[in-house]
């Protein structure tokens, strides 16, 4: 289905936007019914976090590919999947929309609509973590759509689920999503002196994945006419 790009990045912009704010939102909610508990309150951001992303690559991923992640716009452009001269019409959403949901998430709060975060994710340990959770979430994504297509959204869903638990970073993933957080002194945010680490290395793990499946899976499968 050949879509125009006017409606594919506005639904990158929305697709940005929901995802965020369930991001935010929901971290804002378990922190306030937990009780103190940050493991009740990370399952529950957790959680959220998972099946919104099943939820709205479902709906996007046949408008715009729904990728609602500049790194991931990135690393199909460099195998082929969308021109050039459309990933800065993309990242562009992708960046407003996710800050757009993060002043939804807080207009829903009764929270000030930005807030720079001063949670500190700073380090080394933290960079390499989003790293590791980029190259798998590329790794997920190229793995599936060159061979399980239909099962991307859940395997992504699933895959960000686990790596909010297994990453010291909690799993960003996601630069747009990264700077929208650093406007939120929420559960989920980033002090906006640590995004930028955050970034640089989002971008290197899906670069590393991207050229590692160039390798494990050569080519897509062939499509029917």
Request: hydrophobic share 55%; charged share 10%.
């Amino acid at each position: 289905m050949n879509v125009a790009l006017s409606r594919r990045v506005a639904a990158e912009f929305l697709g940005t936007a929901f995802l965020v704010a369930a991001v935010v939102g929901s971290g804002i909610m378990g922190e306030r019914l937990a009780g103190g508990n940050i493991a009740i309150a990370l399952l529950a951001n957790t959680i959220a976090t998972g099946a919104a992303l099943v939820a709205l690559i479902l709906a996007f991923g046949a408008i715009s590919g729904a990728h609602l992640n500049p790194a991931v716009t990135m690393a199909d452009s460099m195998e082929g999947g969308l021109p050039w001269a459309e990933v800065p019409a993309y990242i562009f959403a992708q960046i407003i929309g996710g800050i757009g949901g993060a002043m939804m998430a807080h207009a829903m709060f009764g929270l000030s609509l930005v807030s720079l975060s001063s949670h500190n994710r700073s380090g080394p340990a933290q960079a390499f973590s989003e790293f590791v959770a980029t190259f798998g979430l590329l790794s997920v994504i190229w793995g599936c759509s060159r061979l399980r297509s239909d099962l991307v959204p859940f395997a992504v869903g699933a895959y960000i689920t686990s790596a909010y638990w297994f990453t010291a970073s909690t799993s960003f993933a996601n630069p747009a999503v990264t700077i929208a957080r650093s406007l939120s002194d929420t559960f989920s945010g980033i002090r906006p002196t640590d995004a930028p680490w955050f970034v640089l290395a989002q971008l290197a793990g899906a670069l590393a994945a991207t050229m590692v499946f160039r390798w494990l899976v050569p080519r897509l499968p062939a499509r029917a006419e």
